[in-house]
């Protein structure tokens, strides 16, 4: 099953910026919901924002105020701004793609953020 593919990690310093992409194009079916997911170390992966086809967010509360999902749908693509990064937000960061056939995970990006 061809994957998402997560783009923009990387290391930065607590205040600064990063903005993520995820690349779904290769799914050949109508996608609904695209969301973002983070696992930090000895943690469980938490949901840390959701967008449906039409537009609709949602964002977990530690991110309100910080990180922006979008996307095109033409190009199957989202992203996450992501603004005042805090150390709290290392993490490896996954995009899941849902679909009538089911739910299709990236493979992850790091993202680190010092103090």
């Known amino acids: 099953q061809v994957q998402p593919v997560e783009s923009g990690g990387g290391l930065v310093q607590a205040g600064g910026s990063l903005r993520l992409s995820c690349v779904a194009s290769?799914?050949?079916?109508?996608?609904?919901?695209m969301t973002w997911y983070r696992q930090a170390p000895g943690k469980q992966r938490e949901l840390v924002a959701g967008i449906t086809s039409g537009g609709s967010t949602d964002y977990a509360d530690p991110v309100k105020g910080r990180f922006t999902i979008s996307r095109d749908n033409a190009k199957k693509m989202v992203y996450l701004q992501m603004n005042s990064l805090k150390p709290e937000d290392t993490a490896v960061y996954y995009c899941a793609a849902d679909t009538v056939v089911g739910r299709t995970w990236g493979q992850g990006t790091q993202v680190t953020v010092s103090s």
């Open positions: 290769g799914i050949s079916f109508r996608i609904n919901t």
